[in-house]
């Protein structure tokens, strides 16, 4: 590994002149116009751990009855860009997805950040969160964890595994060292209960299911799952089938997302 030597000032030196490319700033970088549809609500995502959180609650919401759940969901292309444009910034000025809309609310509510969206929907319609003070709390500590917990998965652990131009040890020994730490923390969490936050199968369910479900069942980083020994964890495995068994959830994984210019 060649040593860097930190400067004073770090200093952007990749001119990147591509639409879609990282950028120490942030702001749209184009004009755009999204398009609408006439369902309830409109989603402008992608099938990542992140997107799919989406997707599969709306299905559970549907598969419960609530038709006011109805959607319809476009492709953001995060490798072109979509994802700068004006509109979808005006949304989200974060530049990621999922980011959502409810138009049947006046004026409209945009949701961004694929927690607050789970949180929103399970309130709107009082579901997949339990009401009680101690089962909300429990399934809300859940969710944060794996809102704080995931990048260390995603941006660390899956950046070098499968996508660092080199294959180097000491972040990857590092950052498989924290995601065996957090499979073992669901391992043991899910050897005194069905579901992550109890009884009930709740929006914490659905938010690490995306990332860390899938991955035990090796959809992730090909090769990650015999890599970090997936099988080793017997009831985090037991619950990831579980879940990915869920209509609700096979209908979130198989939506058909519309092209922006269609």
Do not use: C
């Amino acid at each position: 590994m060649t040593a860097y030597e930190i400067p004073n000032i770090w200093q952007w030196e990749d001119e990147n002149s591509e639409r879609g490319g990282n950028r120490p700033a942030a702001g749209s970088r184009f004009e755009q116009t999204l398009p609408v549809g006439e369902a309830p609500f409109q989603l402008y995502s992608l099938g990542t751990p992140n997107g799919i959180k989406v997707t599969i609650m709306l299905e559970e919401l549907k598969a419960l009855g609530i038709q006011e759940a109805d959607y319809d969901v476009y492709l953001i292309n995060i490798g072109t860009g979509d994802q700068f444009g004006s509109d979808f910034v005006a949304i989200n000025p974060n530049s990621k997805i999922p980011a959502l809309v409810d138009q049947s609310q006046s004026p409209r509510v945009d949701i961004f950040e694929s927690g607050s969206i789970l949180l929103y929907l399970a309130e709107k319609f009082g579901q997949l969160l339990p009401e009680d003070i101690h089962g909300r709390t429990e399934a809300l500590n859940w969710l944060f964890w794996q809102i704080g917990s995931g990048p260390y998965v995603g941006g660390g652990f899956g950046h070098f595994f499968a996508y660092a131009p080199e294959k180097m040890q000491y972040p990857i020994d590092r950052f498989t060292m924290e995601t065996k730490r957090q499979l073992d923390l669901l391992d043991q969490t899910l050897a005194k209960r069905p579901y992550i936050a109890g009884d009930t199968y709740t929006i914490a369910d659905i938010a690490i299911w995306s990332w860390y479900g899938r991955l035990a069942l090796g959809n992730l980083y090909e090769g990650s799952a015999e890599f970090l020994d997936v099988q080793a964890y017997k009831h985090l495995m037991e619950w990831s089938q579980r879940i990915a068994e869920r209509p609700g959830v096979q209908k979130g994984l198989e939506v058909e997302y519309k092209e922006l210019g269609e």
